[in-house]
């Protein structure tokens, strides 16, 4: 099988996996507050990979610049990206969280354009992000009354950068992960930075919040840190190259279907005949801004 094919197997998988991850959120923050919960579950899944990749005896330490890039990264995805989401997440339903966070190839379109410079803007593109944009405004459709409430304000905009900083470490890691280093060690170094950075941001906010010990808490924790961080994010450093930063980010087309079907399942959140119609019009407008590209 050649590379690029196992590079979309990756991707499948990680569609699959990254959409458990948002009904394991909800479980963990039950328990532990979300920086914090970002700093456990992220560091432990780094080290780990930092352990696998150097006990194998064939990868060397790389030199400082390098680890500063990577470490640079992994602030953008994992304390920006997962910490936002994470913390988003107390106010707002996963499902929701996932259906913003399904706006992440139109932000790396946009974060590319501006990186590169080389790109311009299309219909197809500014009809995709209308489209996009209006998906979500049928899923709001019955619940703009909860903008009333700050702390759901603050959910959407939590989730709305986590969106923009994953999006930007995802530019970032294609642009800066060297193409003949092992995507285990890319992924060690950018989750174990990512992961002392949500320590550091729980020092600041989870001020307020309490530590639950209970077997399911614990047991969402373990899932995030081994089937949802060191596997699935090794899985996207491998995606990423060798595929397109756009391409790669498609992921987020599934992660939403996932997350509502399972909210839905066992958390009990709602799922109206109104946000399958939204949820679908985001994924639609997120196809027509990627559609014919790479």
């Avoid at 948002?22 to 920086?35: G, H, L, M, Q, T």
């Avoid at 941001?201 to 077997?215: A, E, G, L, N, R």
Wanted: aromatic residues 12%; hydrophobic residues 50%.
């Amino acid at each position: 099988m050649s590379a690029t094919r196992r590079a979309y197997l990756a991707l499948a998988l990680i569609c699959i996996v990254w959409g458990t991850t948002y009904a394991a959120s909800k479980y963990a923050i039950v328990d532990f507050p979300p920086f914090l919960l970002v700093g456990i579950r992220q560091t432990a899944a780094g080290l780990l990979l930092l352990l696998l990749a150097f006990g194998s005896g064939k990868i060397q330490i790389p030199n400082r610049r390098y680890i500063l890039l990577q470490s640079i990264t992994g602030l953008a995805t994992i304390t920006g990206g997962n910490g936002f989401v994470t913390w988003g997440m107390q106010y707002v339903s996963s499902g929701l969280a996932a259906i913003i966070g399904s706006l992440t190839p139109v932000m790396v379109v946009l974060i590319s354009l501006v990186w590169h410079g080389k790109e311009r803007i299309h219909t197809r593109m500014i009809l995709g992000v209308l489209l996009g944009f209006g998906g979500l405004a049928l899923i709001f459709r019955e619940g703009w009354q909860d903008f009333i409430r700050p702390e759901y304000r603050w959910g959407i905009a939590g989730c709305f950068a986590s969106c923009i900083t994953w999006s930007l470490g995802t530019v970032m890691a294609k642009q800066w992960n060297a193409h003949g280093v092992s995507p285990l060690l890319n992924a060690g170094l950018q989750i174990t930075a990512g992961g002392l950075g949500g320590f550091v941001m729980s020092f600041f906010f989870d001020t307020s919040h309490t530590i639950h010990h209970t077997t399911q808490g614990w047991i969402a924790v373990a899932y995030l840190a081994i089937i949802g961080s060191a596997l699935a994010f090794t899985l996207y450093m491998f995606a990423l190259k060798h595929l397109s930063a756009t391409i790669t980010s498609l992921y987020t087309y599934i992660n939403p279907v996932v997350a509502i079907l399972l909210g839905w399942a066992l958390l009990g959140e709602s799922l109206t005949a109104w946000e399958v119609a939204g949820m679908a019009c985001t994924i639609f407008g997120v196809w027509i801004v990627n559609s014919k590209r790479d």
